[in-house]
């Protein structure tokens, strides 16, 4: 292969077989290496690939990672601990998400996943109590601001991200899984009644609902940046539950259409299955004409790992406001924003 080949694509079916490892060259293995860790997918990367039939200096490579990604996960599973014992007193429900859930549950999504943020669910009734307690408890507000701050509180599905004062780590609590501004309205209320308790006083979503999370936080909550990190979690959970569970599909189906996500599942079941081989019922393969945009997003990346296709890209970061809030708030809020960074000088990291 030349250097000019698409490393997102590469990534992809390396990831899906890992066996084809063998065959890379040096150019190959260099665009493997940098868009694996554009992606955040260089420890998943490190675990699939057999590190005794690839060249050394890749093999130290992964190494690395994969020690990088253990620590990872020991971070991750602390902190869940730390706030579990914080907020014991309280006796709510505290529903672990995303990377940290999949580690907590010994999921194959957690396999060299890379864990930034803590994210908890917790019922909305008590997420001012929770909020009182974690702050009293050392964690602080990550970028105070007047206008993020009252954004958050009023349109946003979690609390401004509060960070720990000693141990640099990031919270996100939520209340429920989208915006109440987003189009579909997820049952936050079935969410939570339906959590799986993983002994120790926290839980995670029901196999269901975490594929229904996954799938809405990839298209119906953001510009679908690091999303091929997110399908690849769809993947392996779809992957997992199913061999689990010969009434998966059926189930997934009957829980997408109670959440309101049934188009955003099946696309993300699809694109799974395109980018990923994996295995789907015949009924979920209906092509949709918008998955190969959807494909492009995903696999912008050059030998190099740098992004390409930026019309793209532009087109799914205003979908991304777009499918979050109507017109006219969509409009106040990026003239806000826009103020405030060339006021600034600089970029809002967290800007919604």
């Known amino acids: 292969m030349e250097r000019a080949v698409n490393a997102a694509r590469l990534l992809a079916r390396v990831l899906a077989r890992p066996d084809r490892a063998g065959a890379l060259g040096a150019a190959d293995w260099s665009a493997l290496i940098t868009a694996a860790r554009a992606e955040q997918l260089i420890g998943t990367l490190a675990l699939r690939v057999d590190v005794g039939a690839v060249p050394p200096v890749v093999a130290e490579l992964l190494r690395d990672a994969r020690d990088a990604a253990t620590e990872q996960r020991r971070a991750a599973l602390w902190e869940a601990e730390m706030m579990r014992r914080v907020l014991a007193p309280l006796a709510v429900p505290l529903i672990l998400l995303k990377g940290t859930a999949f580690v907590a549950s010994g999921l194959a999504a957690g396999q060299g996943r890379h864990i930034g943020d803590l994210d908890v669910l917790v019922p909305r009734a008590s997420i001012a109590l929770v909020e009182q307690v974690l702050l009293a408890a050392g964690w602080e507000w990550a970028k105070p601001d ?127 299955a395109r980018l990923f081989d994996t295995p789907i019922p015949a009924a979920w393969r209906r092509r949709n004409v918008s998955d190969r945009l959807y494909a492009r997003r995903f696999l912008a990346r050059d030998g190099w790992g740098r992004e390409t296709c930026p019309a793209t890209r532009f087109a799914f970061y205003v979908r991304s406001h777009w499918i979050r809030m109507p017109p006219l708030m969509l409009a106040r809020h990026l003239l806000i924003k826009a103020q405030r960074r060339a006021g600034s000088g600089g970029d809002d990291a967290r800007a919604r």
């Open 146 to 272: 007047a206008y993020d701050e009252l954004y958050y509180r009023r349109w946003m599905h979690e609390l401004p991200p509060l960070i720990h004062r000693e141990r640099d780590r990031m919270i996100d609590v939520h209340h429920t899984i989208l915006p109440p501004t987003a189009r579909p309205t997820p049952d936050a209320d079935a969410l939570i009644a339906g959590a799986v308790p993983l002994g120790n006083g926290l839980a995670v979503l029901a196999p269901a609902d975490m594929v229904i999370h996954a799938s809405l936080h990839l298209f119906a909550d953001g510009d679908l940046s690091g999303g091929l990190r997110n399908l690849w979690d769809i993947d392996r959970l779809l992957r997992e539950f199913a061999d689990d569970d010969a009434d998966f599909w059926l189930k997934l189906h009957a829980r997408a259409a109670e959440h309101q996500a049934s188009r955003y599942v099946a696309r993300a079941a699809r694109l799974a």
